[in-house]
């Protein structure tokens, strides 16, 4: 389940579509809660001055909960399941708006495009993915091509 922050209700529909494509494609169950959240330019840099020690402005911040493990089972994570709903808490994915619509732009595609590519960009870094180095990269671009793909989001 996807909670949205300071999100308007498009995006926030593009978002939940966006997290269920990812697990299909993934294999995995809907039992994972994740945050999205929309800030200004500002406060996107301060969070992530504070917390990589990176003085500048990005576009999307992804902080996991939890190390996901494949095969993934749920059991395997006794003790980070909320027991009042059964779900884990995956992690947050923070947006900054303007770089979104900036990079829409800069990009020669939709506001809609940037959005579903950055929350599925901060969704598989929550997943475990990561573009350290070219093959991870590689292999994470491809399975953002395929979820996007598949929900017919082009590059307009």
Do not use: W
């Not at 996807?2 to 966006?18: N, Q």
């Not at 190390?67 to 994915?93: A, C, N, Q, S």
């Not at 990269?137 to 307009?156: F, G, P």
């Amino acid at each position: 389940m996807i909670s949205l922050f300071d999100i308007e209700p498009d995006y926030g529909e593009l978002i939940e579509r966006v997290y269920l494509s990812a697990l299909r494609r993934l294999g995995l169950d809907d039992v994972f809660d994740v945050d999205v959240s929309f800030v200004d330019e500002e406060r996107i840099k301060e969070i992530n001055r504070e917390t990589r020690d990176t003085d500048r402005v990005t576009d999307v911040l992804s902080f996991p909960n939890i190390d996901v493990k494949y095969p993934f089972h749920i059991e395997d994570y006794p003790y980070d399941v909320d027991r009042e709903t059964g779900r884990i808490m995956l992690g947050d994915i923070i947006i900054c708006k303007k770089r979104m619509l900036e990079q829409a732009e800069e990009y020669g595609h939709s506001d809609a495009r940037e959005c579903a590519f950055l929350t599925l960009h901060g969704l598989l870094h929550l997943f475990g993915y990561d573009h350290i180095d070219e093959e991870d990269r590689k292999k994470m671009r491809a399975v953002e091509e395929d979820i996007l793909l598949s929900m017919n989001i082009t590059r307009d």
